[in-house]
């Protein structure tokens, strides 16, 4: 390694701008600025020293700020694009439709294009998870480049520096004086800037006052939740780490809960309410919105029973109850790391089919059959002579093949049965298709038939079962986060070195990473107690303007 | 006077003060000499004392709609963005106490006042909470977003500010274009505010019925002419416009007509200022800017992104991922208004990176503040209004 000794003696490492002692500017190229570049205090930082290896070349790229932005800027704009059309999950497609179909159904060749683009589904395609990789990637080289020497050098930070170094200071001021005078005014200082809850530290002439140093660490502390985040998010695709189901419940049954081994849930009741009219002229005024009704409940009353630990995988005879609870949306049912959330509800689901076996010619009824849908029985008993086979049936009938009912769904939407009629009259049975306002008689006319006398309902809830270990985690990433940009947002580093020169003046010379304006404001306060020289701010038009006049003036005077 | 013809007043008043703030804040920047006058000091002050004034009267409007309708005044469109308006002038007041820039206060005011005219177009009604806004997040996650949000947008009037003061408009450079192009979309806001008060003093409705996507039947009513009707539609209500053309199932024409109204209005109206004031409207704004200091306007951009980031993160994404995590069972579902909070997030991040590290400061750094505050302005309106998801009950 090179190292470059300054001219104070200090051997500093390669690629140091400004002397980790002294602080005087170390190459040709730093020498020649008005104002020296205070990132990172100068020091030496890898990504800018080293570029030969191939591993060099790989920490340059990732630690470079320009790659990050040009990441978060293209991360930003597809994560844009995403949002143009809704994506998949959002997107209703009904059984047996195809996806695709359904973007050129509603949105024609934009939506065409679209899905063929792979935009449907952008935030799960393999090159936008490559994209927040190299972000993350790039957030842990770049933090660890420029974090650490930077912690190193405000650490080692001499109250001492070279003159050289406070010339070139955005803030800077001189003037002559005693030395007597000057020592004054440095005990003041040293008051003041304590009294203004500055660190005041004294070395021979030399003061340094400081406050606020833990602020530059803020990016490195949020960069590290971000980090944290981002590796908690990676750890849900470990088995075990997340649960995502869901689950039908019809009211009044008992079902396994998937992905939660061992528990069971009962549905009592699904309640779907909407604000009534009453309720409604309280809060609104004469409108047309009054007139259509809003949504005001969703609930789910259940309970959550546990396996007893001798009991079989699906017995649900032996069940310990564990709570009642009401799931409603925004209430969700927690247990044990787990969560049962109110989705989605189907009303007025058919139960059960009542019919009557009536004589076509006389009307008379022999008797009533009744079909959980649910659980259909194969064989309805009358009596001893007069029974009904359920042959087939048809959940949701949607049509014949080749003269075979077909059914499109189990759910119970548009039932059909096939029933062969036993009576007294027709002991060898007759058969009967029987669905929604159609009956057909495929094997010949019959005597008797299946008469529809009611049915029964009932409501479904579509729960979610929920379970995410990884939240602590994110969490733990989100309040490191939080401090880190809290800590580098709202304090700023601020510093000011005064220093009694040998050829008798007094030279000051003040630093701030952000908020100038602030860091003025405690300046003017110190230079009037304290009797410092006049400062300006190196950048500004203004107090340039005041300089340039200042020095015509003097050009005057001459 | 029940408590909700109360809260109307407050907002009322509040909007008038910011009106006559504004005058004042004129005052307290006039005059040619760098540092302010002792006159400039006291129409400052004045001006200051308005502003708090209508700020409190704004609060009280707040407090009093919340405690009628029962839940924060943040659950619809005219409700979120009034809150808006009302937290912009109280992150003014914020800055104002901090760096004491009346010229802040002569831009960030018409703003707000803007904003506030811009919300009392949507229906006023306090209306009853869905499900899935029953919960006390609804409060801590809106209200913190839209203090980040507003603090931000103070982060782009310094910005604005800046680029008045610093663009060359006597020339027609890219900056000096896309500055008036800056006060064209200004205008155009105040195109629809005009529009949508002409028609509703008239009382105008047309009353449609239309075949949606799903191909169910539905109704809607009209409140400007319309230029374009609703998929399969029919004119219900008599001797009203018929539409020039028909649109798709899958576009609002209703929103699509008030868009091309407000187009029309503020184009014109801006043909008007121009036609009036024979130059660019930045060239008459651009004097009002002199006396500003730059490194100041500058500093008060980077420190407004600076408070403001860390609220908005806290509210728009780390209070959001909480409540979509009881709500919806999961944090984070790429619903398009997350995605909008994610890439503002992302904006702002870029914005702190690239000044930090590639010293964009001056004027990059104000174009860059004005950017984020269109971001933010069209997650507001065009998210909530056109882009369909979770969130579009907010409309």
Known sequence: ?558 | MSLIDLSGSLLFIAFIAYLVATLFFGGAIKGTKQDASKSNKNWGKIAITITIIGFIANLGYFITRWIYAGHAPVSNMFEFTTAFGMFVVGAFILIYFIYRLPALGLFALPIAILIIAYASMFPKEVTPLIPALKSYWLTIHVITAAIGESILSISAVAGLIYLMKNVDTTKRTKSSIWLEIVMYAVVLVLGFVIVTTTFKAIGYEADFSYVDKNGAQQEITYNTPALFGMHQYELKSSGKMEPLAEMPAIVNAKKLTTVVWSVIFGTVLYGLIRLILRKPICRVVQPLTKRVNSQLLDEIGYRSVLIGFPVFTLGALIFAMIWAQEAWSRFWGWDPKEVWALITWLFYAAFLHLRLSKGWQGEKSAWLAVVGFAIIMFNLVAVNLVIAGLHSYAG
């Not at chain 1, 704009?77 to 439709?97: C, H, K, R, S």
Request: with cysteine; aromatic share 10%.
């Open chain 1, 1 to 558: 390694m090179n190292k470059i000794t300054c001219e104070c003696g200090h051997v500093n490492p390669e690629g140091t701008h400004l002397c980790e002692k002294c602080g005087r500017p170390l190459t040709e190229e730093d020498k020649k600025q008005k104002i020296v570049d205070m990132k990172y205090e100068g020091s030496a930082i890898r990504s800018k020293t080293y570029n030969k290896t191939i591993i060099d070349k790989i920490w340059n790229f990732f630690s470079s700020v320009k790659v990050g932005v040009t990441i978060i800027i293209v991360t930003l704009i597809v994560a844009a694009v995403g949002t143009f059309l809704p994506q998949v999950v959002y997107v209703n497609v009904a059984d047996g439709e195809d996806v695709k179909q359904a973007y050129v159904d509603s949105y024609g060749t934009f939506g065409k294009i679209y899905y063929n683009l792979g935009l449907t589904d952008i935030y799960s395609s393999w090159w936008f998870q490559t994209l927040i990789g190299m972000l993350a990637i790039s957030i842990i080289v770049a933090s660890l480049d420029r974090g650490i020497p930077l912690y190193k050098s405000l650490k080692n930070q001499r109250v001492k520096r070279h003159e050289s170094f406070m010339k070139r200071q955005r803030i800077f001021g001189q003037k002559e004086m005693p030395s007597a005078e000057a020592d004054e005014s440095l005990d003041l200082a040293d008051k003041k800037m304590k009294e203004l809850k500055y660190n005041v530290r004294r070395e021979e002439n030399a003061l340094l006052a400081e406050k606020g140093r833990f602020a530059r660490l803020g990016p490195y502390v949020n960069h590290l939740g971000l980090i944290i985040f981002l590796f908690g998010v990676m750890l849900r695709l470990m088995p075990g780490f997340y649960i995502d189901e869901d689950l039908w419940i019809r009211e009044g049954e008992t079902e396994s809960i998937p992905g939660m081994e061992g528990y069971y849930l009962h549905s009592n009741k699904f309640t779907f309410q909407t604000y009534e009219k009453g309720e409604q002229t309280k809060e609104f005024n004469q409108s047309k919105a009054a007139v259509n009704s809003v949504a005001k409940n969703y609930q789910t009353d259940v309970v959550l029973y546990k396996a007893k630990d001798s009991a079989i995988a699906g017995d649900t005879e032996n069940l310990k109850k564990i709570k009642k609870s009401a799931i409603k949306v925004n209430e969700p049912l927690k247990y044990n790391g787990y969560g049962l959330y109110q989705m989605d509800f189907r009303l007025n689901e058919l139960k059960a089919m009542h019919f009557d076996l009536v004589n076509k010619k006389t009307g008379k009824s022999l008797g009533e059959v009744t079909i959980d849908l649910a659980d259909p029985k194969k064989v309805y008993k009358i009596d001893d002579q007069t029974k009904v086979e359920l042959k087939g049936y048809y959940p949701t009938f949607s049509g014949f093949d080749n003269g075979e009912p077909q059914s499109e769904s189990p759910i119970p939407n548009n039932p059909a049965f096939i029933f062969k009629m036993y009576t007294p009259e027709t002991p060898k049975g007759e058969t009967s298709f029987v669905a929604i306002k159609q009956t057909l008689e495929p094997l010949g006319t019959t005597k008797y038939k299946m008469k529809f006398a009611s049915i029964d309902t009932r409501n479904v809830s579509g729960l979610t079962v929920r379970k995410d270990k990884t939240l602590p985690i994110l969490a733990l990433g989100g309040i490191i986060f939080m401090i880190g940009v809290v800590m580098g947002s709202y304090w700023s580093h601020r510093r000011l070195w005064l220093q009694k020169t040998a050829d008798g003046r007094l030279i000051m010379a003040a630093h701030t990473n952000k908020n100038w304006f602030s860091l003025k404001k405690d300046l003017n306060a110190v230079t009037d107690f304290a009797h410092l020289p006049a400062w300006i701010d190196q950048q500004d038009e203004d107090d340039l303007k005041k300089k340039q006049e200042n020095e015509k003036e003097g050009d005057h005077n001459l």
